[in-house]
């Protein structure tokens, strides 16, 4: 997919890695990049505007996604699963404990943003995963077994319904990522935009190519 020109949504923009994927996609010649965070402050950058997003709450991405109409181009680095939890979720309240539930939050922003993707041309979806996250596929006793099986099972159905409107999903495995608190790599500036470059160079030399491919690895 070509960067320039695009209209970009980076979730988990407060962090370290998604900070560098602002960064880097303005870099690249990106027409304008939504920051989305929890708490989205200001910031002086031209053609970065900062959004709020919870991926927690999900009544907040239909409405985000009614707001940013000209998206073309989504790159998640959110929801990371803490080893030992079992999923969990508090219906009352319509909370989704995103540590807990890795797959929820990526199928909801998908189900969100997947008309405006396709108005907008198809576009694409990263999904920037921790190396770590696949340790539950490896070793069958590990307690979050169920959950990374159905987060990565779900994967193969999101590329054939994104695929039908033209729109690529990648997935990029990364030896760190830092959303939720997993690292903090802030002030790992070098590491960061390391990280952040190999996202994107993944993403452009998929160019034209709906679906996904063999996950490139940062290291």
């Not at 920037?128 to 959950?147: C, E, I, K, T, Y």
């Not at 590491?191 to 470059?197: E, L, N, P």
């Given at each position: 997919m070509?960067?320039?020109?695009?209209?970009?949504?980076?979730?988990?923009a407060d962090c370290g890695i998604g900070t560098a994927l602002v960064r880097a996609l303005l870099a690249r010649g990106a027409a304008k990049v939504?920051?989305?965070?929890?708490?989205?402050?200001?910031?002086?950058?031209?053609?970065?505007?900062?959004v709020q997003l919870d991926v927690a709450w999900p009544g907040q991405l239909k409405a985000l996604a009614r707001e940013l109409g000209d998206v073309s181009l989504i790159v998640n680095h959110e929801a990371l699963v803490e080893p030992g939890q079992p999923p969990t979720a508090d219906a009352h309240a319509g909370f989704v404990d995103v540590q807990q539930m890795p797959a929820i939050p990526l199928l909801?922003?998908?189900?969100?943003?997947?008309?405006?993707?396709?108005?907008n041309g198809g576009g694409a979806v990263v999904n920037?995963?921790?190396?770590?996250?696949?340790?539950?596929?490896?070793?069958?006793?590990?307690?979050?077994?169920?959950?990374r099986t159905s987060d990565w099972a779900m994967r193969d159905g999101l590329r054939s319904w994104l695929a039908a409107q033209g729109t690529q999903l990648l997935y990029f495995r990364s030896a760190l990522v830092d959303s939720l608190g997993n690292y903090d790599l802030s002030s790992q500036r070098i590491?960061?935009?390391?990280?952040?470059?190999r996202v994107l160079d993944w993403l452009e030399a998929n160019d034209g190519a709906v679906g996904i491919n063999r996950p490139a690895r940062a290291h």
């Open positions: 070509r960067i320039d020109g695009t209209v970009a949504l980076v979730t988990g939504y920051g989305a965070s929890p708490d989205a402050g200001r910031s002086e950058l031209l053609r970065f505007v900062p909801q922003l998908i189900d969100a943003f997947a008309p405006v993707l396709s108005t920037v995963v921790s190396m770590s996250s696949m340790r539950a596929l490896w070793n069958q006793g590990h307690p979050d077994v169920g959950s590491v960061v935009d390391h990280i952040a470059s």
